[in-house]
Nanobody, 118 residues
């Protein structure tokens, strides 16, 4: 069974930083693109960042570009999202996702709550 377990969320003041992590199991991790989505209360899920199976071609939503960095460690089956200069509008549940390179997010993780206070 495929599991994507996200961690690292919490409460942080505006301007602060958090690092989210996702541990994957049950799949050939190095064959999958990985990414992060988020969902704020009352809103649709929103793309945040993605990275190719090899670790190249990272991409970001305009709302987080310049403030977030996605990375992966294929030796340890993990993907991370470093978040800096956090804003109140970053408050959301963040989901780790996995899918074939080229599109299609096949697996979704549990989500971890990020709350940014002003």
């Amino acid at each position: 069974q495929v599991l994507l377990v996200a961690s690292g969320g919490g409460l942080v003041q505006a301007g602060g930083s958090l690092s989210l992590s996702c541990a994957a199991s049950g799949l050939t991790f190095s064959s999958y693109a990985m990414g992060w989505f988020r969902r704020a209360p009352g809103k649709e899920r929103e793309f945040v960042a993605e990275i190719s199976s090899s670790g190249g071609s990272p991409s970001y939503a305009d709302s987080v570009k310049g403030r977030c960095t996605i990375s992966r460690d294929n030796a340890n089956n993990t993907v991370s999202l470093q978040m800096n200069s956090l804003k109140s509008e970053d408050t959301a549940v963040y989901f780790c996702v996995a899918g074939p390179p080229g599109g299609g997010w096949q697996y979704w993780g549990q989500g971890t709550q990020v709350t940014v206070s002003s």
